[in-house]
């Protein structure tokens, strides 16, 4: 167990449809990061927060935002759903420097 | 930009067999190097890191070399188990960022 959370664990969708995905850290991590894996893009960098700010973007698409909260969990909201989106999302966090510790993954179907 | 090379899979062994899975990135600066393993249905877990060239990483039997000459961090292990079946991805994170940058993933399979 990593001590990051994500829920819900499994999510069924419509196309067009918005969802949101939920992640609190591990106790004392300030930085949060969602990574996409699916089968023709394998894992990628989406974004990341540092205390509730934007750090870093990376192939993450206007469809789709994030944010942190005080409290430090994190949530990433996808909208206007497409088939293509189906895939397994990551969450990981870390406070020491380069040391990521990943969620046990949220998976999206879109129907 | 980043990128991350390995081997594609699926790697079949038999029990007790030498496991190497190569690894080659091309980066900026002075990437950190990373090994995650993903078993079935479960998240990632970091198997091992190295974050500076000649660095060796190891955990739980896994070893791997930071080689900047080569570019290269490729992951051994000298008696797999049933259990070591999962999907390996190398990974690097460079100063700039310290998001990760995956390489493809290796299914490696381990039969008894």
């Known amino acids: 167990d990593s001590g990051v959370t994500q829920t819900p664990k499994h999510l069924i969708t419509a196309t067009g449809q918005r969802v949101t995905l939920r992640c609190s850290p591990r106790s004392g991590d300030l930085s949060v990061y969602w990574y996409q894996q699916s089968l023709d893009q394998g894992l990628q960098f989406l974004i990341q927060y540092y205390n509730g700010e934007e750090r870093a973007k990376g192939n993450i698409l206007e469809r789709f935002s994030a944010q942190q909260f005080p409290d430090l969990h994190s949530e990433l909201n996808l909208s206007s759903l497409e088939l293509g989106d189906s895939a397994l999302y990551f969450c990981?966090?870390?406070?020491?420097?380069?040391?990521?510790?990943f969620g046990p993954g949220t998976r999206l179907t879109v129907l | 930009g980043n990128s991350v090379t390995q081997m594609e899979g699926p790697v079949t062994l038999s029990e007790e067999a030498f496991l190497t899975i190569n690894c080659t990135y091309t980066?900026?600066?002075?990437?950190?190097l990373f090994w995650y393993v993903q078993y079935p249905g479960e998240g990632l877990q970091l198997l091992l890191k190295a974050t500076k060239a000649d660095d060796k990483g190891s955990n739980k039997g896994f070893e791997a070399t930071y080689r900047k000459e080569t570019t290269s961090f490729h992951l051994e292990k000298g008696s797999v188990q049933v259990s070591d079946s999962a999907v390996y991805f190398c990974a690097l994170s460079s100063n700039a960022g310290n998001m990760l940058t995956f390489g493809g993933g290796t299914r490696l399979m381990v039969k008894p």
């Open positions: 980066a900026t600066g002075y990437p950190s």
């Open positions: 990981a966090s870390s406070v020491v420097y380069n040391e990521q510790f």
